[in-house]
């Protein structure tokens, strides 16, 4: 067996043993696969884990993100305006293999998109590009048949969402047949509202502490090195999406393209919140 | 009781909200409690004899119900060919069938302690109605509309506005009918403690489907009564149009273990279905997954959802109910495509003919039966859900027509 397929699990246990030994938490990038363009996207991608970036989270576009705040959906439609699509995406996190071996990713986005692929032929795709989970986002544990079981039997992690409204009745639903970590959304919201506070989270942590010995990520709302390190103190790592989504936005020309500033732009905001991250607990 | 009942069309969903390979419940984690609660209210209210008295009370003294069965003499005599009827629900307070699902829902709204409203519109008959109610039981309310769709319905976009909503333009997509509803599930997603969200057609996650259809069936169950009083049998046919489709379920439902009833939906063909701008899913989408269901869509090879393209702001949508998917897969019911142009003509004939000025949305399914009344019997008879009234049409239907007001 190549290096590129080992099972996806695997690779995200080994990055949050990792962690653990290092004494921190670890620091969850989210970026758009071809946003604002593939060639660029891939770029940004190869250059997460030297800034810092423990695991990377790449959306696949999709045209109707319900739970996404407008950065997250105006990445998609820039994604696929220039002409992004989910045998590209997986065509990206193929070429980042081939570099890189160790840092997991997370292919995060809505179900429609790889139901019409096929759920097999997927999940057989997706693993040999170097795939190591999923998250879905309008997959609940009611539908798992759909995706979650099929996903988990071929040795790639789903892993949850689980919300504000995850109380104790409804959690050893979401902690069953997920694996790799759970992530915790914060803020009932869409991605890139408010954040939530300190004692949230702490609350929150010991709740979902009670009902799962996976690594908990914290998600939602998070744009700066401080917010970063706050929550790095709480969880096993922290996530942040709309802010490094925000920056490529930030970073195009007046016509919508990419500029030479793009990837450092993106990749200067990771250093910094990776700082964050790795220096909270000290 | 559930798939295991093949000698009726009338058991689904299932306990999880499928019709067959249909429907289903695929929304955001943050929602699913809350749709589970929203189930449980339901289940509990269907149970309830003081919740069917309460909506029958103002079903009949607030909405007008139950409205007539009318006979359309001069239409079926033009045709030459079916005895046509059409049942009025453009006569209901607010002037279509939406009303009846909205008063179901804010009552349920009110049995479950929710304080403030939202819903999304397309045309903008289920954002009155949604505001309306909202009116009428003192409750705050949102309507996410599209920005395109605010511009071809500005009449009812101010009538909102009278009755105190407030209505949030969406920009996002296409800036019709598909985003106001993600945006209304962004709404939701956020204000998960005291909202309420009114979904407008018999789509979305499970219970919406069943829930819409229940209190849109009081449109078949009174014209099933009303036809047996005037013509003393069943119709041979049931007709309406669909966009999402809840005025359509809301007449088949009680027809559909009938079946000597030819059950036949009417889809938007825009400026044709070969086009590729249309909103006809069922006749040239497949299924997916969207908006909380699994069901026909349209959409590109990838996956990604399509625009869908009408006259009719209230057909403009690339999906459908998913238990019209179902009934056209088993073959129960079929669905038919006409054209702006078709359900224009049909918009004229039916408005000079008979008095109505029908909505453009059952304008789609008036067309078709000037294509199938003519081939049928004078014996014959089809039933038409007259979903709404055409007043709010009038500057589109104008525009088309190179007509300045």
Sequence with gaps: ?282 | MTSSAPNSFRALPDPDGHFGNFGGRFVAETLMPLILELEQAYKDAKADPAFKKEMDYYLRHYVGRENPLYFAERLSEHLGGAKIYFKREDLNHTGAHKINNCIGQILLAKRMGKTRIIAETGAGQHGVATATVCARFGLPCTVYMGSKDIERQSPNVFRMRLLGAEVKPVVSGSNSLKDAMNEALRDWVTNVEDTFYIIGTAAGPHPYPEMVRDFQSVIGNESRQQIMEAEGRLPDQVIASVGGGSNAIGLFHPFLDDKGVDVVGVEAAGHGVHTGNHAASLSAGRPGVLHGNRTYLLMDDDGQIKEADSISAGLDYPGIGPEHSWLKDIGRARYEPITDKEALEAFKLCSELEGIIPALECSHAIAQIMKEAPKMGKDQIILMCLSGRGDKDIFTVAEALGVEL
């Design chain 1, 1 to 282: 067996m190549s290096d590129a397929i080992i099972g996806g699990q695997d690779r995200i246990a080994k990055r949050f043993a990792k962690l653990k030994e290092e004494d921190r938490a670890g620091l969850v990038t989210f970026i758009t696969a071809g946003d604002p363009d593939p060639e660029t996207s891939f770029e940004i991608l190869k250059q997460l884990p030297d800034a810092g970036a423990d695991i990377i989270e790449l959306g696949m576009p999709f045209t109707d993100p319900m739970a996404d705040g407008p950065a997250i959906q105006e990445a998609s439609i820039r994604a696929l305006d220039a002409g992004m699509h989910m045998r590209k995406t997986l065509s990206i996190v193929r070429g980042f293999r081939d570099q890189d071996h160790e840092t997991p990713i997370i292919l995060m986005g809505y179900y429609n998109p790889i139901y019409i692929y096929g759920v097999a032929e997927f999940l057989e795709d997706a693993r040999n590009a170097g795939v190591d989970g999923l998250i879905v986002v309008d997959l609940p544990p009611e539908e798992d048949p759909e995706l979650c079981i099929p996903t988990v039997e071929k040795g790639l992690s789903f892993i949850r969402l689980t919300t504000p409204t995850s109380d104790d009745k409804r959690l050893p639903k979401l902690v069953q047949n997920t694996s790799g970590f759970v992530y915790y959304v914060s803020v009932a919201g869409v991605t890139g509202a408010g954040s939530a506070s300190n004692d949230q989270i702490v609350e929150a942590m010991g709740r979902l502490k009670r009902h799962t010995d996976l690594p908990i990520a914290v998600g939602f709302g998070i744009k700066t090195a401080e917010q970063a390190a706050d929550v790095a103190k709480q969880a096993d790592a922290a996530v942040v999406g709309s802010a490094i989504v925000s920056k490529i936005a930030e970073s195009l020309d007046e016509n919508g393209k990419a500029t030479d500033k793009t990837a450092s732009m993106v990749t200067g905001l990771v250093r910094e919140l990776a700082n964050g991250v790795r220096n909270a607990r000290k």
